[in-house]
């Protein structure tokens, strides 16, 4: 159960390889909020695989019920109001029975002996719905980090109510996680959670691996709101380009961010050396040309993008993200989250490390998350 499928983003990417995968020893059905004319299977290869899908839509809440729900809603929010009863109650609020209903038939309806709630709102929607789902197992499968979900700067969901969620999580009979470093976080709230860890595989198949030759940078994703770090990215190359005059860098991607990244490079005067690329589906080509991948995210539940460059050879600089000090640990070029000034020393001290020997760790390292070991993980916990 996710809410898109036929999208382009790295939870959608995921969700498809990994179903794909469980194809091959269970029927599995992907249950989507997309519409039905949005369907494109062959976005991330599931046309390659048996599986089945249905869709759903909510129906209206009448603008009375709509209202008291939003009222106790708001409330609870304000109040941070403590207990089980309080977060249950949120639960229905914020969750009218109109549409739960329609979601609950959608499920019955299947005869699921596992459901998957990917994402945490959807994993809260089905935890709310449990003791309905008799004989059914439920799993929420958490793809944000910790602080991204109920940190003070959070875009998601806020602090105001990290302690609904994981009232809401304990009900599930799992919830899997994307690194230690949120299980151990979890734990410092609720002894009662005990989540599963599994980290994301590698989605793609590796191209030609990097021949350290093309002093290239390169990063990779959606450009949406300070997320990625692009902006931070396009200010320490500006640094990093007042003493280097021959690297360059690549960003693909595309998004609400565009612009802003395009009046950065123009206002440095850097057109010559930064490139703006499409999404594409062939990335491999340009992991293949570069000499060194950066992540310079604010945040991110787990750095697929990572294990893709190491997958290529790349040697990685990131942002001291707790998901990429687990993912990297010595393997990576580590830089303070956020610091521009910090970034471009790093750009800098990637330019002159043991390219020979930090490709092959990478390669060596890319080797945890093959597809093929991540799946019994995912079918052991089914």
Not at 99 to 113: I, S, T, V
Not at 325 to 343: H, T
Request: aromatic content about 12%; overall charge positive; charged content about 25%.
């Amino acid at each position: 159960m996710v809410d898109s499928i036929f999208s382009i983003g790295g939870v959608q990417r995921v969700t498809a390889v990994i179903a794909k995968s469980l194809a091959t020893d269970f029927d599995v059905t992907i249950m989507t909020f997309d519409r039905p004319e949005t369907e494109d299977t062959t976005l991330y290869g599931l046309n390659e695989a048996n599986i089945s899908y249905r869709f759903v839509a909510y129906p209206q809440v009448g603008k009375a019920k709509n209202f008291c729900c939003k009222a106790y809603s708001g409330l609870y929010r304000k109040l941070r109001l403590p207990g089980q009863w309080a977060s249950d109650l949120y639960a229905r609020s914020s969750f009218p029975s109109e549409r739960r209903n329609a979601l609950l038939q959608a499920l019955q309806e299947g005869h699921f002996d596992t459901i998957v709630g990917v994402h945490a709102p959807l994993a809260t929607r089905l935890a709310t719905m449990k003791s309905q789902l008799k004989g059914t197992r439920c799993i929420g499968w958490i793809h944000n980090s910790f602080e991204a979900l109920f940190g003070p700067t959070s875009l998601y969901i806020g602090p105001d109510r990290r302690r609904h969620y994981i009232y809401q999580f304990c009900k599930l009979d799992a919830t899997v996680l994307l690194c230690r470093h949120d299980a151990e976080t979890y734990a410092r709230y609720s002894s009662r959670f005990k989540p599963t860890v599994i980290y994301n595989p590698l989605t793609l198949t590796p191209g030609e691996p990097s021949d350290g030759t093309s002093k290239r940078f390169l990063a990779v994703g959606r450009f949406s709101k300070k997320h990625k770090g692009f902006d931070l990215l396009i200010d320490a190359f500006y640094l990093f380009a007042k003493e280097n005059k021959e690297w360059k860098l690549d960003i693909v991607g595309e998004g609400q961010e565009e612009p802003l990244y395009r009046e950065k490079i123009a206002k440095y005067h850097l057109e010559d050396r930064i490139e703006l690329h499409p999404y594409t589906n062939h990335i491999q080509d340009y992991y293949s040309k570069a000499q060194v991948y950066v992540l310079s995210s604010r945040w991110e539940g787990f750095g697929l993008v990572i294990i893709e460059a190491m997958a290529h050879g790349l040697p990685i600089v990131s942002s001291d993200l707790p998901t990429s000090l687990e993912l990297l640990g010595k393997q990576g070029l580590f830089f303070r989250n956020g610091n521009v000034s910090d970034l471009a020393r790093q750009l800098h001290a990637a330019t002159k490390l043991d390219w020979p020997k930090m490709s092959a760790e990478a390669l060596k390292h890319s080797e945890h998350f093959r597809l093929s070991i991540i799946s019994q993980q995912w079918k052991a916990i089914l």
